[in-house]
């Protein structure tokens, strides 16, 4: 029986040099904080009286060994693979693993006018929904996104 917001939280995943966020290349990816990213996500989740588990990982293995986690125990994933998005075929292969679990794929800048090899993703082949070029509100719209993938069962 697939989970709701109330029983299950959200997983939202973060890929490779994420834990720099606020610190690396803030004019691309802006001043907030991975802490912040999580705050904001938290108060989008509790509005569907939801809650969220975030992690980040620079490891491959790990984001995949959570996603199959994710498949008994979370009501969805929002995931920004980071640079996995472009190379990683086994997150790809995780995330079709998750029959009716929700997946949104998210990017902080627009990968559309950045470099040529950043506009392909495996990830999309997968995922629910797309966000790219929100900054890190991005994270917000894709947990609002899995709440209404949930709701709709």
Known sequence: ???????????????????????????????????????M????????????????SNHEGELVDWIHEARERHAGIVINPAAYTHTSIA????????DGLPVVEVHISNVHQREEFRRHSYVSQRADGIIVGCGVQGYVFGV???????ARG
């Open 144 to 150: 609002e996104r899995v709440a209404a993938l949930v």
């Open 1 to 39: 029986m697939p989970h709701t917001l109330a029983t299950a939280p959200v997983m939202i995943l973060n890929g490779p040099n994420l834990n720099l966020l606020g610190k690396r290349q803030p004019e691309i990816y802006g001043t907030d904080t991975l802490a912040d990213v999580e705050a």
């Open 91 to 98: 997150i790809l292969d995780a995330l079709s693993t998750c």
């Open 41 to 56: 996500c938290a108060e989008a989740a509790a509005a569907h009286g939801g809650t969220v588990d975030l992690r980040q």
